[in-house]
């Protein structure tokens, strides 16, 4: 039988946060992030690109769900706001490293 729409649009949802931390930049400033708030003027250059490449990627977090978004005056700041997808990375960690081992 297949899915009912719930669950299928739940797995859409699910799916969706999922896209939006598939991409190495992606990752590198969600990581940055859990050791708190950053500009991003900072995270730009954490991630050696451009502003406008990474407020795509902030705004793709952030729309997900993952980010929060603080702007003061001319600045942007940035922050978890669901630091649980730091288990996610933990998990993904224990799968490479399980992959490793066979």
């Known amino acids: ?7 299928l649009a739940l797995y859409k949802a699910q799916a969706r946060v999922l896209k939006a931390l598939a991409h190495p930049s992606r990752l590198l ?8 708030e950053r500009c991003v003027c900072e995270l ?11 407020s795509r ?12 978004d603080d702007k003061r005056g ?5 922050r978890l706001k669901t ?8 998990c993904v960690a224990d799968v ?3 992959a490793v081992e066979s």
């Open 57 to 68: 990627h902030l705004a793709l977090l952030r729309d997900a769900g993952i980010l929060e």
């Open 44 to 54: 730009a250059e954490l991630v050696g690109a451009e502003m406008p490449t990474v």
């Open 96 to 98: 490479r490293n399980k």
């Open 1 to 7: 039988m297949p899915a009912d729409r719930k669950t």
């Open 74 to 78: 001319a600045q942007v700041f940035y």
């Open 83 to 90: 630091p649980c997808v730091m288990n996610f990375f933990r």
């Open 29 to 36: 400033i969600v990581d940055e992030l859990s050791r708190g």
